[in-house]
């Protein structure tokens, strides 16, 4: 027997019909005798559908209100995925985020979780029941209830997977594993069998959308093996055989497999990314912090940094945001930098992507960045930008050539080949 935190997406509980399956495939694996947790998103569309309504009243959001706006589709999806499994005999028991306290900190619509207080669910699973527990969501310190971001629920299964050391976090979601890039865009992309931590959070940074980046983190942080499921199966494939499917997130890759792999795991992409340059500033120490220091404060990510050589006594810096959070930082740095720095020029363009190769080979293979830096210059694909970790490299580009590049580095690293 084993505990298992299974977390479904909005498309997998799209529908009545959709969280009627989630609850014959959820029974299934309670009939072959493992506890489950239940991790259910709001139904496809029902948070764009909530954050509309509340722009409608209030055009500019307010944060704290926003989240108590937002949150309330995975409370309709808990309760109804409750009901469905009592319908086929199951005890089966629904808790907000804030019942079981999944407590936060207090950055609406983007909170972080602290700690969560996993007394009630072992409790109730020590009692048989399955128990269904809202994801997205949490509340903070002083009782607000907070929400995780776009794509939350992925957190708060990896989570509550590590909070009662779970044997498996699986994710279903409307696709059947992690490929080598979007299928959608690159009909050859291959499923992997298995990816390693290290990888998948190098793949989520760069922009792809299988597994948000925080619950990789999580999983990777904690050592809680994650295996990408496709919910669209039929539930009554029996447990053996799902259980061995889709794409499982590995630690560190073993030597045999290691031997086998990949020099490249896969080509990752993201279109919804602004740059923004801010030149002639002294260069001098405290000038990064100067600039990023207000950006962070607001909460706002940035991605991407190039600092360029220093010419009599000034420096220019541009780096990467996402392109919702573009104008607030434009607006931080006019009117809360440039008082201070009185820099020469700001400048930025909403129409970039990022688009990034990812693989352990890269540690032991060398002419990896040069293969990938001339397959896009013959095909005239200019670099603005590039960054590099031990495991991927990142390139800046115009945002027209995201599919071009992303085709033509696909084939040059030989991805499509089984």
Request: net charge negative; hydrophobic share 45%; with cysteine.
């Amino acid at each position: 027997m084993a505990l298992i935190v299974q977390k479904f997406g909005g498309t997998s509980v799209g529908s009545v019909e959709r969280i009627k399956n989630v609850a014959r495939r959820v029974a299934k694996w309670k009939a072959a005798g493992h506890d489950l947790v239940v991790v259910p998103s709001a139904m496809s569309g029902e948070t764009n559908r909530l954050i509309a309504l509340a722009k409608e009243v209030q055009p500019h959001c307010d944060p704290r209100e926003l989240d108590v706006v937002a949150s309330t589709g995975e409370q309709v999806t808990i309760g109804l995925l409750a009901m469905a499994l009592m319908e086929l005999g199951l005890k089966a028991k629904s808790y907000t985020g804030w019942q079981v306290r999944v407590l936060t900190d207090s950055a609406f619509t983007k909170s972080r979780i602290i700690s969560i207080e996993d007394e009630h669910i072992k409790s109730d699973l020590k009692a048989g029941y399955v128990v269904v527990v809202a994801g997205f969501q949490g509340v903070d310190a002083k009782g607000n209830i907070t929400t995780l971001g776009r794509g939350g629920s992925d957190t708060s299964a990896v989570a509550l997977a590590t909070a009662l050391r779970a044997d498996e976090c699986q994710i279903y979601t409307d696709v059947d594993g992690v490929y080598t890039t979007d299928p959608r865009l690159v009909p050859e992309a291959r499923r992997l069998r298995t990816v390693t931590f290290e990888e998948m959070l190098e793949l989520a940074g760069a922009g792809s959308k299988v597994l948000q980046i925080r619950s990789v983190e999580f999983a990777g942080k904690y050592k809680v093996p994650t295996r990408v499921l496709s919910s669209l199966t039929d539930p009554a494939l029996p447990v053996a055989e799902e259980g061995q499917a889709g794409t499982l997130i590995t630690f560190e890759e073993d030597p045999h497999m290691a031997m086998e792999k990949a020099v490249i795991s896969g080509v990752a992409f993201q279109r919804d990314e602004a740059k923004i340059t801010v030149k002639d500033v002294p260069d001098r120490p405290g000038v990064a912090y100067a600039i990023l220091g207000p950006i962070a404060d607001a909460h706002i990510d940035v991605d991407v940094i190039v600092q360029n050589v220093g010419h009599d006594g000034m420096t220019d810096m541009t780096f990467t945001v996402h392109r919702n959070d573009y104008t607030k930082a434009m607006k931080i740095l006019k009117e809360q930098v440039q008082p201070h720095l009185k820099f020469r020029e700001l400048s930025g363009d909403e129409r970039i992507a990022k688009v990034s190769i990812v693989g352990m080979g890269m540690r032991s293979h060398a002419g990896i960045a040069a293969q990938m830096f001339r397959t896009l210059a013959e095909e005239g694909i200019n670099i603005q930008m590039i960054s590099t970790s031990e495991i991927k490299i990142t390139v800046v580009i115009e945002e027209k050539y995201t599919e071009l590049a992303v085709r033509v580095l696909h084939k040059a690293f030989e991805l499509d080949q089984a």
